[in-house]
């Protein structure tokens, strides 16, 4: 199983960027995919999840500016990031949860300047 993320980058305060995590050796539609992030000196959280019936959650600091998808045919999880604030600089991660296991990606960083 791999998980590569990807669309991370420098936006300012207010942009827009999109994370897209490609996975091969593990059908997403079949798991339950997560992304979560880390900044720098803070414990890790969960950021959004979308579930095999694609019903999706997302943590309260990123409701109505954040948005989880999938694209089943080409396998890729997204983060659609809107209104960007500078406590969101992070390293965001994709996740896959498999029935005992959990499938993690490297992460891409984020960073929005004030």
């Known amino acids: 199983v791999n998980l590569v993320e990807s669309g991370g980058g420098l936006v300012q305060a207010g942009g827009s960027l999109r994370l897209s995590c490609e996975a091969s050796?593990?059908?997403?539609?079949?798991?339950?995919m997560g992304w979560y992030r880390q900044a720098p000196g803070k414990q890790r959280e969960l950021v959004a999840t979308?579930?095999?019936?694609?019903?999706?959650n997302y943590a309260d600091f990123v409701k109505g500016r954040f948005t989880i998808s999938r694209d089943d045919a080409k396998n890729t999880l997204y983060l659609q990031m809107n209104n960007l604030k500078p406590e969101d600089t992070a390293v965001y991660s994709c996740?896959?949860?498999?029935?005992?296991?959990?499938?993690w990606g490297g992460g891409t960083l984020v960073t929005v300047s004030s």
């Open positions: 996740v896959a949860e498999s029935i005992g296991m959990s499938y």
């Open positions: 979308i579930t095999t019936r694609s019903t999706t």
């Open positions: 050796g593990i059908i997403l539609s079949m798991n339950t």
